[in-house]
């Protein structure tokens, strides 16, 4: 096994170069392509990982529980309102980045958003199980 294939490196931190993962087209490959047509034409394959939106998380830093009235940081990390006040008692720096936050602790408004849009879909499902639990299916006799 080689590392491309397991990402372990048999030599451990002895190794003083990068060792690269990525996938590299052989010669052989590209004379392949190039007799079918098809090299140098780019399709519509995107392999950069990417997101439209910002990674918003869906729990606190600080409790880890559903955001109950959340804020933002000045260094864009997303709590409670309560618990960013109890940890403000303690330290006026951010619980995760450390950085100094003087207090400032804005609504975050694209949290919420966010979490509003997500909770129409969680309440609405369907459940296989009835509300009531003498509700059900009539038995047959």
């Known amino acids: 096994m080689d590392y491309k294939e397991t990402g372990f490196c048999g030599f451990g931190d002895s190794r003083n170069f990068l060792q690269d993962r990525s996938d590299y087209k052989h010669g052989w490959q ?21 997101s439209d939106e910002e990674e918003i998380p869906f729990k606190c830093f600080i409790c880890r529980q559903t955001f109950q009235n959340p804020v933002v940081t000045k260094g864009r990390h997303y709590v409670c309102e309560s618990c960013a006040l109890q940890h403000f008692y303690t330290t006026r720096r951010c619980h995760v980045c450390d950085q100094q936050t003087n207090g400032v602790f804005n609504p975050a ?12 879909a969680e309440e609405g499902g369907a459940s296989d199980f009835p509300e009531d639990p003498h509700e059900g299916p009539i038995p047959i006799t």
């Open 109 to 120: 408004k694209e949290l919420i958003a966010k979490l509003e849009k997500h909770r129409p």
């Open 30 to 50: 590209i004379e392949h392509e190039f007799d079918e047509g098809r090299y140098g034409v780019y399709e519509d394959e995107n392999y950069e990982v990417g």
